[in-house]
T-cell receptor, first 112, second 111 residues
């Protein structure tokens, strides 16, 4: 079993839909959780960063962490064609980079 | 503000050839990283540097060497390229561990 699992997709939704992207993990010591967006042939860019359990909202994006279930989610409201990208979850036990573990990514297409 | 700059963007090597991937950041970050990205595997850490003069192995260091030349530059060297090293390589930097800034990537093919 991989340490971080993520639905590979691809996921296709119509413009305006609510999108739910999910990751599960096995290491209960993880406490820092991140979502990155990666456009085709580009480097990943940080979207959301959360510490421990709970919700965090930033515009149309909401990140949820449920440590008891070892499950994190990214919700995108009113999805736009410009949201079409691969979304990577990442998590870490400590707040420094060599311990990051990335999921394989979910490819999202938002159709006009 | 350029951020993280990687060169080259594309490279084709023959098995056994060597090459160095260059990375430079202009954000005055202490930490720098080299990752490789393969389909279905996610990003995997090759090497990490917490500061100038220090480097540490990541998850997949075999076949690679690194140099943290100064605070700005972190290079990755393949001494004898193998087809298994065909991948997309990303350099990243961060002021703290959580907020990593990535370069555009180098697409390497080893034939």
């Amino acid at each position: 079993q991989k340490e971080v699992e993520q639905d590979p997709g691809p996921l296709s939704v119509p413009e305006g839909a609510i999108v739910s992207l999910n990751c599960t993990y096995s290491n209960s010591a993880f406490q820092y959780f991140m979502w990155y967006r990666q456009y085709s042939r580009k480097g990943p860019e940080l979207l959301m960063y959360t510490y421990s359990s709970g919700n965090k909202e930033d515009g149309r994006f909401t990140a949820q962490v449920d440590k008891s279930s070892k499950y994190i989610s990214l919700f995108i409201r009113d999805s736009q064609p410009s949201d079409s990208a691969t979304y990577l979850c990442a998590m870490s036990e400590f707040d420094y980079g060599q311990n990051f573990v990335f999921g394989p990514g979910t490819r999202l297409s938002v159709l006009p | 503000n350029a951020g993280v700059t990687q060169t080259p963007k594309f490279q084709v090597l023959k098995t056994g050839q060597s090459m160095t991937l260059q990375c430079a950041q202009d954000m005055n970050h202490n930490s720098m990283y080299w990752y490789r990205q393969d389909p279905g595997m996610g990003l995997r850490l090759i090497y990490y540097s917490a500061s100038e003069g220090t480097t540490d192995k990541g998850e997949v260091p075999n076949g690679y060497n690194v140099s943290r030349l100064n605070k700005r530059e972190f290079s990755l060297r393949l001494e004898s390229a193998a087809p298994s090293q065909t991948s997309v390589y990303f350099c990243a930097s961060s002021p703290t561990g959580s907020e990593a800034f990535f370069g555009q990537g180098t697409r390497l093919t080893v034939v």
